[in-house]
């Protein structure tokens, strides 16, 4: 039995097929689809979306689920605008904001160790707590204009066959390659495998649980804030009624690379995968037209049923008490 | 051992309702008029109904919500509930369905979807946050598609008139909620149920080799919040006239939660109180009239509930208590020094 | 370290621990030299696993002193025990089954610059450590998880040996293997002790014991009973130190007790039958039979597989091969629902994790069995229930202030109690008792055995499975001894006295099935 093995890669190979699946059919039937131009798009459009998946990737590794991630982003967005607007410099408004999401998820991770809080409750308060805190900041969306912003979010590079890589793009890229690096390559990365894999074994091999489960809190909070900062560059704009619904997509992202929902196996490079599925769906309903976002939901959600079946069905000979 | 201290703070209804005068009371003292009642066109308006009839919604889902709080599980899918049984109540009426027709279609799309939640959670043993989360996302998509993406007006007279009719001086949805709470709670009291859903989240393994049928007493209680939150989906469109499938229910699951935990039932599954949800319904809608009253934007009120609801899982926390305990008392010496 | 070279490797002196309600530990010194292997020994509640989580930092002691090497220490955790060159190997395998193994080996202390790991220093390590444990062949880059659970067992020593471990405690390491893998595992011990490790081995299965260790410290109740070399302790005089039963001369001192009942009829059917029944990992082949009438005792030491035999006779747990025969006629038992159907009750031995619901009340507790059986439409009113409660409530003279206080608020006895009285309602012919006077007073103790009694009067069968021998004796007609997740012999009438159980868990001469001998050329 080699099922530790299909646990870890049969998932991530299935990912892939799908998404090549995917492609040959939007390939097949809107032509003009398999385009360098409309990749470059998806990753454009999704570039939000994939920081967040990145971030959750780590929580859901951990064991753990943060539902905050949406309206935190909202709440970002906005106080990046408010900041931009008062005056300051759009580089010390980005740090600030990227500070204010790191304490954010940095305090829930601290009231779900120390308190052994549900992640679930504490981080579902958190989003009611991001929101709140959104519209408390400016109930309307704030345009954001600062020549430096400007210039940012008009800042693209010609890949070749003329698909331009926005700042957005790259933001997501570089955090993509360092997630993958920080979770391969670092002793915390290691950490997290081994928090969601199993709490007791952590502790018994003299792992450092609070200190690595706080960080991944607070690493998503982090990939909010830069999942907001990507958005505003697209935007131009914070909104603070946005958000809501952002961090199940960002769950389905992170399941359907293969990551399992408790904790201990995935990849962040799965996660990619996960956020190509969706952004080539969403990009392949554009391109039909009269088709509406609900067949996005409803394929995101037979996604994330048939892989969370899939992944049951993997691990489920280990256990075979009645 | 010791008695668990939860039955002292966590385990009572009175607590939710203490909490509940509490507010009531401030709005007594700091909103002259808050209690005024009167009558326009033989109805009764004023700040209770109004806390009444935005709970009942809430009240609606918490009921079948504390029942799954009390096996030990969650059910995020009751938003998309709401949705996918306003809209399909919707099309239908569109269509010229009879009420009782439309009526069981919509609560047997609610039905299928708990049940499946059921089905995921006791028979492939997924957690319920997992298997629940499935249909959150799911089922929105589903509403969407069949209220066609966008929001659909309620053709119907009787089913606008369960979210808008009045009985005598009284509005109808928060009577039909208490009714409804009032049957499940008979239900749950004058059979076994109640006994067999408390035990099965209390010692699963203990109610199992008791000889209950845990797995299918789970199906079932997740099949009733699913009808159950089909049912507010149904008042909360005809309230409104219409059944937005990408706004209907949305955050209900947050709010019934919440309900159900201020309420008294402890997410560790075990004892439920319906009292208690029906108790912590109504604070929070109480709490978001109050800050509404106070000046504050309606759009900021989720501040104060989401600090109350960590506020009250703070002192169900054990580790929160021993801590606090460890502030006022030093804890013995470890062991003695070398 | 400044200690002298000739303090022992390991030193625990007056080591007490307390926890709410029990002394774990009280005052118990413990040795352990360098190039020995030390077996612990003791029943449950002994001591064992407190004492092991007390040398590994996982527990605070309450009082008493540690010393490695003569130098006294304070390891607050299993990382600072570590530090000090001691390490643990847990009985349920600590291993991460999605990671590689050469990251199971070194988690925590991978090799590279800062917070980097060196992928290929790590391998290195770790296959060095592998080979250490004789698996040279493995490829560390495997996920742990594909591995046997023998290899996996090794691949946890392999990650205990790597930090400079001088003390290797190994808690029941052998539970899950076969003959073999423990025989490959020993080998290892030995290797090890000849390199002048010091390795405390903790195990249920004596004759592993007698084939592997240098000396046997027994615990009993929290206390030393003492440390022998174990060439010169007779398994009979291992197993009365652990059970704290004197030796009384040869043979049977006391009569048999006064067993006026019918005695064992070959000829009537048994009321319950059990032929071959087998769990892989738990129990093998075991054959009991039970009359109406009688009570059988199963009688062994801790994991000799009683309670696993109790769990599958109930549905409990899933047999893998064996018949159960209901009045001799064989029945599909597959759940607990089943054997309820079939007249039997069970009372787990773990009574607060399976089986009183906490939270409710003695009346919802006492009636919950009654009201499973009866289905949801034929509830029993409330007031059949209170009338249900108070007379259990009065005729077990269970003390509770009232029906309706919740079953935690009870003490040990009283809830048992309320957990008999849970099935007596049924009125089942079957009662299978797993340890049913743990933990709980005398006088509950003498009337749950009286209660067995009247039972067995109206021609109910018990089941009793103790650790208590004298009280299995006392209690039933005819003990079933089990050892080594085997039947052992079964003992009846003028047999039946505590001395000849002992004699015949610790006999290992000819048996029915013959028992894992694991080469003694190391004695």
Request: proline residues 14%.
């Given at each position: 039995m080699n099922l530790a093995f299909q646990q870890r890669w049969l998932p991530t190979l299935v990912t892939a097929a799908v998404l090549l699946l995917l492609l040959g059919v939007a390939g097949a039937l809107y032509?003009?689809?398999?385009?360098p131009l409309v990749f470059a798009n998806i990753l454009r459009n999704h570039a939000y979306l994939g920081i967040l998946a990145v971030g959750m990737t780590f929580v859901i590794l951990s064991g753990g689920i943060d539902l905050s991630v949406g309206t935190l982003l909202a709440f970002s967005t906005i106080l990046l605008a408010r900041a931009i607007d008062a005056g300051l410099h759009p580089l010390p408004a980005a740090l600030a904001v990227a500070a204010v999401g790191t304490l954010f998820g940095a305090g829930q991770g601290m009231l779900i160790h120390f308190f052994r809080l549900p992640p679930f409750l504490v981080t579902l308060a958190g989003m009611f707590l991001a929101k709140g805190l959104a519209f408390a900041v400016s109930l309307q969306s704030l345009t954001i204009s600062h020549p430096h912003f400007d210039a940012a979010a008009s800042f693209r590079i010609l890949a070749p066959g003329g698909a331009p890589l926005t700042t957005a793009t790259w933001m997501f890229l570089f955090l993509l390659a360092a997630a993958i690096l920080l979770a391969r390559q670092t002793r915390f990365g290691r950490n997290v495998y081994a928090l969601g894999g199993s709490e007791d074994t952590a502790l018994l091999m003299g792992l450092p649980i609070a200190r690595t489960r706080v960080t991944v809190y607070a690493l998503s909070g982090l990939c909010a804030a830069l999942a907001a900062l990507a958005m505003t560059l697209n935007t131009r704009s914070g909104n603070?009624?946005?958000?809501?619904?952002m961090e199940l997509d960002a769950i389905a992202c992170a399941v359907i690379g293969g990551t399992l929902l408790t904790g201990g196996v995935g990849s962040v490079f799965g996660t990619f995968l996960g956020v190509l599925i969706f952004g080539s769906i969403k990009t392949a309903l554009d391109f039909h037209?009269?088709?509406?976002s609900s067949w996005l939901r409803i394929a995101m959600g037979i996604l994330l049923l048939a892989f969370i079946v899939l992944q049951r069905a993997l691990s489920r000979p280990g256990s075979n008490t009645n | 051992m010791a008695s668990r201290p939860s039955s002292v703070?966590?385990?009572?209804?009175l607590w939710p309702f203490a909490g509940l005068l509490l507010l009531l009371a401030f709005n007594g003292l700091f909103s002259p008029g808050f209690f005024q009642l009167e009558l326009v066109e033989g109805r009764l308006v004023g700040n209770p109904v109004h806390i009444a009839v935005q709970a009942s919604k809430i009240i609606l889902v918490a009921i079948g919500m504390t029942l799954v709080i009390a096996t030990r599980g969650v059910d995020l899918s009751v938003g998309s509930v709401m949705a996918m049984s306003g809209s399909t109540a919707a099309v239908l009426a569109a269509a010229g369905v009879p009420f009782p027709i439309l009526f069981a279609a919509s609560l047997a799309v609610g039905a299928a979807t708990g049940l499946t939640n059921g089905l995921l959670v006791s028979?492939?043993?997924?957690q319920p946050i997992v298997a629940t989360l499935i249909f959150m996302v799911l089922g929105r998509g589903v509403a969407m598609l069949i209220a066609g993406g966008q929001p659909r007006p309620i053709q119907n007279e009787t089913l606008l008139f369960l979210g808008n009719g009045h009985c005598w001086i009284l509005p109808l949805p928060p009577l039909l909620a208490l009714a409804a709470l009032f049957a499940t709670a008979a239900v749950v009291r004058l059979t076994p149920l109640g006994l067999f859903i408390s035990a099965a989240g209390s010692n699963e393994t203990a109610a199992r080799l008791a000889g209950l049928p845990a797995a299918r007493i789970k199906a079932l209680v997740y099949t009733f919040s699913g009808i159950a939150a089909a049912c507010a989906g149904l008042i909360a469109a005809a309230r409104v006239e219409t059944a937005d499938p990408s706004r209907l229910g949305e955050l209900v699951e947050l709010d019934a939660i919440f309900a159900v935990v201020v309420g008294g039932?402890?997410?560790?599954?075990g004892r439920f109180t319906l009292a208690g949800s029906l108790a912590g319904a109504l604070f929070i809608q109480t709490l978001t009239l109050t800050m509404i009253n106070q000046?504050?934007?309606?759009?900021?009120?989720?501040v104060p509930k989401a600090l109350v609801i960590l506020a009250v899982c703070l002192l169900q926390s054990v580790e929160f208590r021993k801590r606090a305990a460890g502030m006022f008392r030093r804890p013995a010496a470890a062991w003695t020094p070398p | 370290m400044t200690a002298s070279l000739n303090a022992p490797l390991l030193q625990a002196r007056a080591v007490v621990k307390g926890f709410p309600g029990v002394?774990?530990?009280?005052?118990v010194d413990f040795t352990l030299e360098s190039g020995e292997i030390h077996a612990l020994m003791g029943e449950n509640g002994a001591g064992k696993s407190t004492l092991i989580k007390v040398l590994t930092g996982v527990y605070p002691r309450d009082a008493g002193e540690l010393l490695v090497s003569g130098a006294p220490v304070q390891p607050r955790s299993p990382a600072d025990a570590e530090r000090l060159g001691i390490s643990t190997v847990y009985?349920?395998?600590?291993?991460?089954?999605?990671?590689?193994i050469a990251e199971n080996i070194l988690?925590?202390?991978?090799?590279?610059p800062a917070a980097w790991i060196d992928w290929k220093s790590l391998r290195r390590r770790a296959a060095a450590a592998l080979e250490r444990v004789?698996?040279?062949?493995?490829?560390?880059?495997?996920?742990?998880?594909?591995?046997s659970l023998a290899v996996q067992q090794l691949i946890a020593i392999a990650r205990a040996l790597?930090?400079?471990?001088?003390v290797l405690i190994l808690d029941?390491?052998?539970?899950?293997?076969d003959e073999q893998e423990a025989a490959a595992l020993f080998a290892l011990m030995r290797r090890l002790r000849s390199a002048g490790m010091g390795i405390l081995f903790v195990t249920h299965f004596l004759d592993q014991v007698y084939g592997v260790s240098d000396r046997i410290t027994v615990l009993r109740n929290g206390r030393l009973a003492g440390v022998f070399p174990a060439a010169r302790l007779s398994r009979l005089e291992l197993v009365s130190h652990m059970l704290g039963?004197?030796?009384?001369?040869?043979?049977?001192?006391?009569?048999?007790?006064?067993?006026?009942?019918?005695?064992?009829?070959?000829a009537r059917t048994p009321v319950l039958e059990a032929r071959g029944l087998t769990r892989r990992g738990?129990?093998?082949?075991i054959d009991l039979h039970l009359h109406r009438g009688e009570a059988l005792g199963l009688a062994g030491l801790?994991?000799?597989?009683r309670t696993e035999t109790a769990r599958l006779l109930f549905g409990a747990d899933r047999r893998s091969a064996g018949v159960i025969l209901i009045d001799g006629k064989p029945v599909p038992l597959r759940s607990p629902r089943d054997a309820i159907r079939l007249g039997m009750a069970f009372c787990s031995e773990d009574r607060k994790g399976e089986g009183i619901i906490p939270g409710l009340s003695v009346r919802d507790n006492l009636v919950l069995a009654m009201e499973a059986s009866r289905g949801t439409l034929r509830r029993l009113s409330r007031t059949e229930q209170e009338q249900l409660a108070n007379r259990f409530i009065e005729t077990l003279r269970i003390k509770t202030?009232?029906?309706?206080?919740?079953?935690?608020?009870?003490s040990g006895g009283n809830q048992q109690k309320v957990l008999l009285a849970r099935w007596l309602c049924l009125d089942p012919s079957l009662f299978i008792l797993d340890?049913?006077?743990?933990?709980?007073?005398v006088g509950a103790k003498v009337e749950i055995e009286r209660l067995i009694a009247r039972l067995r009067r109206k021609g109910r069968a018990v089941l009793f499975v103790s650790s208590d021998l004298e009280e299995v004796v006392r209690v039933c007609d005819r003990i079933t001894v089990l050892r080594d997740r085997r039947k052992a012999g079964e003992l009846s009438g003028a047999q039946l006295d505590a001395a000849a159980v002992m004699r015949t868990i610790a006999s290992s001469g000819p048996l029915p099935q013959p028992a894992p001998g694991v080469d003694p050329a190391h004695s």
């Open positions: 032509p003009g689809f398999l385009r603070p009624a946005i958000g809501l619904g037209g009269g088709l509406d | 703070i966590a385990g009572s209804w028979g492939l043993r997924i039932t402890a997410l560790t599954g000046g504050m934007p309606p759009e900021i009120t989720p | 002394r774990a530990l009280d005052g009985q349920e395998i600590h291993l991460l089954p999605a990671l590689s988690l925590g202390r991978q090799p590279g004789g698996l040279a062949g493995l490829d560390p880059g495997a996920p742990a998880g594909t591995c790597d930090v400079e471990a001088r029941e390491p052998t539970s899950s293997l039963k004197e030796l009384t001369g040869a043979g049977p001192a006391q009569e048999p007790g006064p067993h006026p009942h019918n005695k064992g009829d070959a738990a129990v093998e082949n801790l994991g000799s597989g202030p009232s029906p309706e206080t919740p079953i935690e608020n009870l340890e049913p006077t743990r933990g709980i007073d």
